[in-house]
């Protein structure tokens, strides 16, 4: 039952690349406020932000064996998924495993469960989003799958989709949708940069979003003082 | 149901500056262990330390609408405190809200909720207290209130109530205890660099504080081995 | 019923320093994957890397007395361990006790529960790892125990063991055990770093560990993609 | 600086037994959703539901001295509402407490803390919402307050508020909007049983509520399936 | 963006009402320890086990607007499952949805939110599993989508899955799977109670399941009373 | 490095059984406050009283195995506890092993991880404290120990401590200090069944106890109402 699926459909690195031009935040604005994994995936280090194409892996809870599996599936470009499949916190990933991933290119980890060796992590410059750092070892005695869809953080991750991730979390892109979230979040990050300049220079968003009247038709009352009881 | 009082009574600035020479734990402590807020608003990044008179702003969950109506109501020297009406940590505040606020002079935000863009507040030195770092978005439906007594973090927090945020934590001092508490701050600190110095000098608290006969009279032993069971 | 026992048998000093060359999951493993203490006990700065001497403390919730006490038991060298009777993250701990403690040539500590004043602790390079920074204060009303044997993050410690804390969190060695321990360490640290060479070069640990056959055996599937349902 | 205020003005008895024909929902929807004490609360046992006046008390972190301070404040149809300085949750309250505050006709104990002895309060039918039942058991030696406003589950109590308790929660009414808070209920109360009777006759709330043009006007669309990706 | 996909392929009622023979465990383990939502999700009353078909339901947070136009796509025998797209445990649901559902013939619902009027829930036998039982309103603003596959308590749930919850949780299983999964659970079942009756015959699962081989080979050591230190 | 020890010291049996007199609070209080467990231990039903011998566990996370092997060493009158070496909730424990451990006259399970079947355990009327209740399966590939010192719930206990269960959680009692204990508990028994009798008569707690002074000393003020600001 227990499968590695070789062949990953993987969207163009072109495309993955012009990705990181945005932070998690705006491509999950860009894609319909969806995407986004459990904010108790955290970053070992800040700041951090990588863009790649997931891998997918499922582990037993206290057991890391799979991981040296995915590893041989990672290519350059590639970030590394994993979820266990009960909760746990256990430290799957230290040094050594990131040594072997930044060999082959691969750009980070993104894991629903504990890591550990973080102070060599951060030297290295390996990035990894966890839920824990914790120095509690595993075992290798239970299989698991590799390139499977997985529920990771609260979402699903489908092996060849595209994440972005940074010091505000982790967010899944789906291949075939990569184009079109490019497209909204270029118009996004255009509109927030005028915002922004307006809204540095004093002007208030309540007049440049036209935010007034709506609010006083909801039944926003301003005054002076609250009412004596 | 949905009010803005606009008429804030602040302390004044000279008295709120005042606060600035000591940290949360002096304060707290100088106003007899009172006014803390709850542990789980942390710092985005550290160190940081504010002092600033409070504008509240009570909001739906997921719903950063009255954050808008807020910043409106902020002169130099406030810090926004801005607390959902159930659980919730969605990113309500990003670099945009920020932009706005640094411009009008407002020194910093608690939020017991979640905000986003947490690099570039970082960057903007924006300090920010939350509860989480989430990349979640927010809906502009709702209303709430603004500048009425609100509990955040597990706390009454008045509008114009001076607010101290540093690497501990959050207190709320009420205005018009402000210059007592500052008495009272200005003595602990003055007691404990004597006492601080003492101690590096390698004296015991022991003795410094008196406390060996008190002990005693509790029951307290000394022995030189557990006895055998 | 409350002791301090005041005879504490260390281990020898150059036995201790020799833990200062390994990590804590090195040594966590080197001992059979035990003596690991909770995760949620974290260090108030990073990075951080202590080894010591174990004094244990027990404390009331809310109440830090028996810390004062506690201190005139360490010696150059330890570090004090501070558990709480029932669960708490008040502020047991700030910059004074510090001092009074760096003074001593103490290395650092480790609590169960929470501690103030993160900011001076981080300048004053004085480690911590602790379960919450928390600026709420405590009283000095209630006896506890110095060196009996107490559970700490649900591990068992008692004094004279030794502690090794870093960035991983915080492990604890016994001090009968403790040249064993070193030896394992050693031995793992030594084939760690053959490994680690391996897989910067390129290789796979599945190779490295020779794991294809027993995952064969397991059942393990590679295919090129997965059957339509 | 510990008061024990004497006097509390209370709403007339027949107010607030009319608060007994609504439950924590339909009051803290009367008052446009304010009110509600945090969901961490649980009743000990269910179902319960109680309504009564409030006697605050402020109780150090693992002390319970106060309470008994606050029984003697304690009349007929009041309710003790009991929060900690400092997040606890030892068991402060247990089966003496209970029959002392039971012999004085108290309807029930709110505590943003533990409790214990829940199978004899159980037996007892003494109601009370907790936030955790552990025999964990307090000392008697720090003081508090009792009848001054209190920050409990995250909401504001004054003494003299109207409390109501069941197995949604806690939910606390300002004494001087107790009669309209009352007729809100009321209507709400009538109104949902109308609409409770047409539901169960099998209308659909989109067409009780009329939303379907709404849902349209936002944008929803029915789609047959979804489309191939 | 938001749509409601009317036309949900359901398994046969006939294979689902085989699934009440199971229990929650007994199919996760027919399905090779799958499909398992996640710990948090608590029946409201026990003992409860229900199976069906899943209708999902994606709501804002703080937002139950979705489930009124959810409750229209509901057949009988079919199960509700909502999933908000950010955390959140406000009281989506009481006894007014209740009510409607159970006049439609649904069998229970499965939230990974909060739930109010869980006494009338639990009078009324409708089934509830929940993340919370909480009072706090929620508003009518936001759309959502309902029979899209959704991510609920960390699951993956599809409509048209069927789903199975008991004391111990919830479970899915996919449609297309649900003959294999109940061949696989009649199998287990079968040989669980040979099994049992052998435990109850005082046998043990040492030599019923023939461990004491592997547990040898392994190094499991038996001795009368660990070594002195 | 994996032992299961098979001499276990007991406490006599009759000294055990009168435990049963006494609840989990009044033997943690008669024994100092001291040996209570977490309480996220918690009873999978209520009410629920057991007393027994410990007989200790420790398992790898998500892995029963070892647990199957702690049968054999149970003898009628013990209870089984059982710890993760690392934190996990998956549901170690079901019917089956229940059974088992009833045929053997185990008395219950206290176990810091899940169980499953919890409707059947409550059928057999099989006691378990545990941390969560979730169908989560585990697998059999990794030893852990039998009858060694055990860390559970936070607290230590020896192979042949005796365990106390009841609805308020769990304590452990050191088997040489158990008649010790028992005089104590009887001691408080009797004196707290005088002063529930004095205050169902409505006396106060403050007289009863000679509280007045004492809290007159420490500065209580009782005031007719507070001072205005």
Chains 1, 2, 3, 4, 5, 6 share one sequence.
């Not at 986004?36 to 891998?55: D, F, K």
């Not at 040094?95 to 993104?110: F, P």
């Not at 309540?206 to 003082?225: P, S």
């Amino acid at each position: 039952m227990s499968v590695v699926v070789t062949n990953v459909a993987r969207a163009e690195g072109a495309v993955i690349e012009k990705f990181a031009a945005y932070g998690v935040a705006t491509i999950h604005e860009a894609q319909g406020r969806t995407g986004l994994l459990s904010s108790s995936l955290r970053p070992v280090y800040r700041p951090a932000h990588i863009v790649g194409s997931a891998i997918t892996c499922q582990v037993a809870p206290g057991d890391n064996w799979m991981i040296h599996v995915a590893v041989e599936q990672c290519r350059p470009g590639d970030i590394l998924v994993v979820a266990p499949t009960s909760p746990c916190e256990d430290g799957y990933f230290g040094d050594l495993l990131a040594a072997s991933l930044q060999s082959r290119g691969v750009r980070g980890l993104i894991i629903d469960a504990g890591v550990r060796d973080a102070a060599t992590l951060t030297e290295m410059k390996f990035p990894v989003w966890s839920k824990a750092i914790f120095a509690q070892g595993t075992v290798k005695e239970t299989l698991g799958n590799v390139n499977v869809p997985t529920v990771c953080g609260g979402a699903l991750i489908n092996p060849g989709d595209i994440i972005v991730a940074d010091d505000d979390g982790v967010v899944v892109v789906r291949r075939k949708e990569a184009e079109a979230v490019l497209v909204k979040a270029a118009a996004r990050e255009e509109k927030e940069s005028k915002v922004r300049a307006r809204l540095q220079a004093g002007e208030l968003g309540l007049d440049i979003y036209g935010m007034r009247q709506r609010l006083a038709e909801k039944g926003l009352r301003y005054v002076e003082a609250l009412p004596e009881e």
